[in-house]
């Protein structure tokens, strides 16, 4: 029986994890597979997360089956290098994570009941800062151990979230609104000034008030900015057809004529 015959009919996830000992074996292995570290493996992992992510947003649930799959074998990736220093493998990957959705959920896996939702976010957010003090004492903050390498958008995102769960935060959405006129006002201060480095840093301060009006008002500011980024190259691609269509490209045509495209390729894109 050849090797290919004995992986099919093993159980997948058991597949999945033979393929990839076969894969970083030393001997018979894929040379790309064996010389793989966590690190150089991360780039990866991050685009197999926003990939899963656009499969998701644009509604394509076949292409999601397909990009899960390359997700999942992000992490059984990392579990065979755990498991060839001794560190972690599969199994204790999984038993972690499933005692931490245990411990997180007394309300469904003990007898604790929430009367709200607010409750039972806070109850989840203290018992994650629970888990934080108890990976290392010395993580006082509530902003200790977040994931420096988020995209910016998530990051503040996060920071905001967590802090306000423990009353740091307008207490009403107008009060974002105020410190974004503010931020812009500064900005604008700035501009005057002709002050590069204040100009960078209140920018920066504007785009973190419009991540804090984005929480507000429930919606997540990175997919936001995706979907609107998105809109615009839907609309630009139009723009360029409508342009074509004039013996134009946005090269040759004028303000005017780049300003008609757009509103023109706007209304066909609506």
């Not at 093993?10 to 076969?22: C, K, S």
């Not at 006002?185 to 008030?209: C, R, T």
Request: charged share 30%; glycine share 4%; aromatic share 8%.
């Amino acid at each position: 029986m050849s090797d290919t015959t004995v992986l099919t009919s093993l159980p997948q996830t058991h597949r999945l994890l033979t393929i990839m000992q076969a894969l970083r074996d030393p001997v018979s292995g894929c040379p790309w597979d064996r010389k793989q570290t966590y690190d150089t493996i991360v780039p990866y992992t991050l685009e197999e997360a926003y990939e899963v992510a656009d499969a998701i947003e644009r509604g394509d649930f076949e292409e999601l089956h397909g990009e899960l799959g390359d997700l999942l074998f992000q992490v059984i990736f990392y579990a065979q290098i755990g498991q060839e220093e001794g560190r972690f493998d599969f199994e204790s990957i999984a038993e972690k994570v499933s005692d931490k959705l245990v411990s997180r959920h007394p309300h469904v896996f003990g007898d604790k009941a929430f009367s709200t939702d607010e409750e039972l976010k806070k109850h989840w957010e203290q018992q994650k800062h629970r888990e934080r003090q108890g990976k290392d004492e010395s993580n006082t903050s509530l902003l200790d151990d977040l994931p420096k390498h988020f995209p910016a958008l998530s990051l503040a995102q996060k920071m905001q979230k967590r802090v306000g769960r423990h009353g740091f935060d307008w207490p009403e959405v107008s009060g974002v609104i105020d410190k974004l006129e503010e931020e812009i006002a500064e900005l604008k201060q700035a501009i005057a000034n002709n002050d590069q480095q204040n100009i960078e840093e209140e920018i920066g301060d504007l785009l973190f008030s419009c991540v804090n009006l984005s929480r507000h008002l429930k919606v997540d500011a990175e997919a936001a900015l995706r979907k609107s980024a998105r809109k615009f190259e839907a609309r630009f691609r139009k723009l360029e057809d409508h342009l074509v269509q004039q013996n134009l490209t946005v090269d040759t045509a004028t303000l005017e004529q780049l300003d008609e495209a757009w509103n023109a390729a706007k209304q066909l894109h609506k």
